[in-house]
């Protein structure tokens, strides 16, 4: 039966439905074989449930943010202060573009958010340097991620309320590590203009940097706002978002009058569609992972792995990095993680390892899962958003996922760089 | 961005008839409908979700109710949002194979596509209706303001509906036109890269120019 | 035949050690006719709302309900009103699974209107205040952002302390109270423990207002379609618990608080009776507002809880 499932709900993946009826299918297929004792009445209250959440609030409220700051000018001065000090360094200009994805990744809490924000102008200026389409599109996809590490963050948020940890170590957590991938990131990017013989600009003189930096005085006050407002005790992580989006009216709308009162339906409304396409994979992959949690799949498929595992902590970690990451493959990462966390949350307690350490690695192979094909918010963001073709859209992703995994290795080995800050930050 | 496809509508070629045309006025009122409720929600969400922070900050008093009032805007734009993101083909999907495809083969599939998913939304619909009366029967209210929470998830029945109609349609538009259309009234095509058309505007552009 | 029983609480936790019990002594009684299957948390779902229809559709026909119940039966906020149950914590277990109390026509008919039946009652502990100061009258608690359930009547009820209730969801009530955007915090002992919450809070303090109550409930239709026996035996069984419910929750909760003594730098104040009465006065008003709120039924299931509690304890040991 088990059998079936997985090849009806492949089939209607690999024909081109909505991945909404996949896992729709899928779920009802377990209700009326009888593999639950749930019928559909029940699918429809999970629906509701996995989307009806105060903390998935923070998820339109910065895509809303992102849209007035892309709309306006804050995108574009944050772009323009990096690119101002990275521009004479060989692949300056796609290093910008990964360290823009990142400082946005402050701002915002979700990788699609920055997709669009930072990979809608940044794409055409690579363009025009001469760096090809996939590997212009796989970068941002990829930069995109680190979004995901940098607070605040959907995935830790997800992964704290699942796992009873607390969200503020988890953002502290994921800092170091996502400046790992930044560098490294950087390195390729190097690396790959010196071998495609892309000449760098002129140095930017310091007058240029300075007068860049006055104009994004007001923009990086965001993280500042975002960050110190939620360690400062003034608002909750979720308030933040809104928080956000008053930051980004004030400044688009009131202080730069880039943005229109009236621009703003148009925004929202981008932003309600974007939501809505996400969060109706969230509700029926909430409805499918309980199914497929009563009965009982993901303990006859892991089960007899974990009993073999024993307290080998490194073990354990690789096989739970090796499960979100082959989960993330096809499903979304915050389905991926609702139905998984509670399945490795005992082996985590047995194993003695640190529930902030397996966030940064389930959130991390969360993050490449988004842009990792076959399935991946990210790329489907981007095929949206860039209207290009699937398969150009994942081309170029090969290098920029075994750079991840490398990553996630060096966090397997060092749990250090993702335990320091938390350490610090602690009481 | 996706507002400007519409335009697309012109091009289509003579052999659409009277009945399309009727369903065409149809398909503007739903489409009206759908997005001044994700306007509003998003717009009132936004609203709230700040006003909530800053009467804690400033009066130490929050707005009772924020939370849950707050969920049920999700519900509703997430539920409504998914007709409105079907009459505008967004929902995600995997194209890798049907972008291989091309001709009659690719409409045919995109056919199937359209009637199989339909067909799931109007079994939603018709679950979801069957919850929201239990409930209303039930009357189950929220915790903190006493909304009936059936009121609020009509969306679900509301929502599936509209899904279902906007596949029903893009079907009926295959079917009668040469061409073929992703959603009612989005013919299918890709962006050119910026770099061989620059005049293609899309719509960051005018932010791109502006650095 | 297979009974499910659906937890609002993860395995290990008062909950599942009640239902345990009623598995072990259903399955004794029933001499294996009947297997009782337990649901923890996760098992059915993340939100309290999704256990509740699948009690009241019948796909889990016995569950619990506590302090989310109240969208799903108002009458049930009854038990999160303060200074109504007895102090003692056995005596208040007594009296709410008293026949007079329990199957009272109000109580009952509060839950059938809505295609349940209450079966029994488990007290899982005093509702504990924690704070960043101490508080021991109500000009301490005077301000106090202290974080409540987005629920009217507990807002009320702090709101007449003259507190400041605020809300914030469970996922970031930790980070909340470290951070200082909520003062204090109200729960029992052992998700104080379970959640950390008291690593980043001063003072514990007892006050003895209320206690965290679960409702054993059942879908209306499966058990009118049980047995006369099977009825009979499952109120054998909730008898039985009321001591076991008891002496479980006890043992949890004391030793959560060994490990919070053990573990936290946090002070522990236990109000004396003056203090108490002081907050006892400003509670009484709020009585008016559940009834207000939720009507005819509750208000008449309220009395008859308070007349419960008059004769068991001489309307003196409140
Ligand atoms: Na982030
Ligand atoms: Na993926």
Redesign the interface.
């Known amino acids: 039966m088990l059998t079936w499932l997985v090849l009806i709900m492949l089939v209607l ?9 996949p896992l ?2 899928g779920m009802l297929y377990m209700m009326f074989t009888g593999m639950t ?13 996995g ?7 923070a998820v ?2 910065f895509i ?1 943010a992102a849209d007035i700051l ?4 804050t ?2 001065r944050l ?2 202060l990096v690119d101002s000090f990275t521009r004479h360094l060989r692949g300056g200009l796609p290093i910008t573009t990964a360290a823009s994805c990142a400082l946005f990744g402050a701002v915002s809490g979700s990788t699609q958010a920055t997709v669009v924000a930072m990979g ?2 940044m ?3 690579l ?2 340097k001469g760096y090809s ?1 996939h590997f212009t599109l796989a970068l941002i996809i990829n930069a995109s991620d680190i979004a995901l590490l940098i607070p605040p963050s959907i995935g830790f ?1 997800i992964y ?3 796992m ?1 940890t ?3 170590d988890l953002f502290l957590a994921g800092i170091l590590p996502g400046l790992l991938i930044l560098v490294m990131f950087a390195i390729y990017c190097y690396i790959d203009a010196r071998v495609k013989g892309i000449e760098p600009e002129p140095r930017a003189s310091w007058g240029e940097r300075l007068k860049a930096l006055r104009r994004t005085i007001l923009p990086l006050g965001f993280p500042v706002l975002v960050v110190g407002g ?10 933040a ?3 956000a ?2 930051y980004a009216l004030l400044l688009e709308v009131v202080i730069y009058r880039q943005v229109s009162i009236r621009d ?3 925004l ?6 974007i ?9 029926i992959g909430a409805a499918f992972s ?1 199914t497929l ?2 009965a009982g799949i993901p303990e006859q498929i892991l089960g007899p792995v974990i009993d073999h595992i024993g307290d080998n902590q490194v073990l354990a970690l690789s096989l739970i990095a090796a499960a979100f990451f082959v989960g993330c493959m096809f499903v979304d990462p915050i389905v991926v993680i ?1 139905i998984l966390v ?1 399945i490795f949350k005992p082996l985590v307690q047995s194993t003695g390892l640190d529930p902030v350490h397996v966030g940064v690695i389930v959130t991390l192979q969360a993050a490449i899962g988004s842009a990792t094909p ?2 991946g ?1 990210d790329i ?1 963001t981007a ?9 150009d859209v994942i081309r170029g992703t090969p290098p920029f996922v075994a750079i991840l995994l490398l990553a996630t290795l060096i966090l397997i080995l060092f749990p250090q760089i993702s335990l320091l800050l938390p350490s610090l930050g602690g ?1 | 961005m996706s507002q400007q496809q519409l335009s697309e509508d012109k091009k289509t070629p003579g052999r659409d008839n009277g009945f399309i045309r009727a369903l065409g006025g149809l398909n503007l009122v739903l489409g009206a409908i759908e997005k001044w409720i994700i306007i509003i929600c998003v717009l009132a969400m936004a609203l709230l979700m700040s006003g909530h922070v800053v009467g804690n900050l400033l009066f130490q008093q929050g707005i009772p109710g924020t939370y849950e009032v707050t969920e049920m805007f999700i519900v509703v734009i997430t539920f409504v949002g998914v007709g409105y993101a079907a009459r505008h083909s967004r929902h995600i999907s995997m194209t890798a194979i049907y972008d291989q495809l091309s001709g009659r083969l690719r409409k045919a599939l995109l056919i199937v596509l359209c009637l199989g998913t339909a067909a799931l939304m109007f079994y939603f619909a018709y679950k979801s209706v069957d919850y929201v009366v239990t409930l209303q029967e039930r009357g189950r209210t929220s915790a903190a303001l006493g909304i009936p929470m059936w009121m609020v998830y009509l969306a679900l029945p509301i929502g599936f509906t509209l899904a279902g109609i906007q596949y029903l349609l893009t079907t009926a538009r295959n079917l009668v036109s040469q061409d073929i259309y992703r959603s009612f009234t989005e013919k299918e095509e890709y962006d050119e890269l910026p770099e061989e058309d620059p005049d293609l505007s899309h719509t960051d552009d005018d932010n791109r120019r502006d650095a | 035949e297979t009974w499910r029983f659906g937890l609002e609480e993860i395995e290990g936790s008062v909950q599942h050690g009640y239902a345990e019990e009623f598995k072990r002594l259903i399955e004794e009684k029933s001499d294996g006719d009947v297997t009782v299957q337990l649901l923890p948390y996760g098992k059915w779902g993340s939100d309290y709302s999704t256990l509740y229809d699948a009690i009241q559709s019948g796909s889990i026909p016995i569950g619990f309900g506590s302090g989310f119940l109240g969208g799903t039966v108002p009458e049930s906020q009854l038990m999160s009103l303060n200074f109504v149950m007895p102090e003692d914590q056995l005596e208040t277990a007594k009296i709410l699974n008293s026949d007079a109390f329990m199957k009272s026509d109000a109580w009952q008919q509060a839950y059938r209107n809505r295609g349940l039946v209450p079966l029994a009652a488990l007290p899982e502990g005093y509702q504990v205040w924690t704070a960043n100061r101490e508080i021991r009258t109500p000009e301490d608690i005077e301000n106090l952002q202290i974080r409540v359930m987005d629920n009217s009547l507990l807002r009320a009820t702090y709101e007449a302390y003259g507190a400041s209730p605020i809300t914030i969801a469970y996922g970031e009530l930790y980070s909340a109270l470290q951070q200082g955007q909520a003062d204090g915090n109200i729960q029992p002992v052992f998700a104080h423990e379970e959640m950390g919450f008291y690593e980043v809070q001063d003072y514990m303090i007892f006050a003895k207002q209320s206690q965290f109550v679960a409702n054993l409930i059942a879908n209306l239709d499966w058990y009118e379609g049980l047995s006369e026996d099977q009825q009979q035996m499952i109120e054998e069984t909730t008898d039985e618990l009321v001591q076991i419910g008891h002496d479980i929750q006890s043992k949890f909760n004391e030793e959560r608080l060994e490990t919070i003594k053990e573990k936290g730098n946090i002070e522990i104040i236990e109000l004396s009776d003056e203090e108490r009465e002081q907050f006892r006065e400003l509670a009484e008003p709020v009585r008016q507002t559940f009834v207000d709120d939720v009507g005819e039924l509750g208000e008449q299931a309220l009395n008859t809880l308070l007349e419960q509690v008059e004769s068991a304890t001489g309307g003196s040991a409140q």
């Open positions: 993946l690999l024909l081109g439905f909505p991945m909404m009826v729709a299918v004792f749930f019928g559909p009445d029940q699918a429809v209250s999970w629906m509701i449930s989307v009806g959440s105060w903390v998935l609030a339109p409220m809303f892309t709309k306006g000018h995108a574009n772009l323009d809608g102008p794409r055409p200026r363009l025009a389409d948020i704290g309320v699942v009873k607390s969200i503020g939620i360690y400062g005790g003034f608002f909750s992580a979720v308030e978002s809104a928080v989006v008053a703003l339906g148009g929202a409304l981008s932003t309600g569609m939501t809505a396409v996400v969060f109706i994979l969230v509700a309980q949690g009563t609702l509670p076959p399935f918010c489907f095929i949206a958003v860039f209207r290009r073709p699937y398969l009481d």
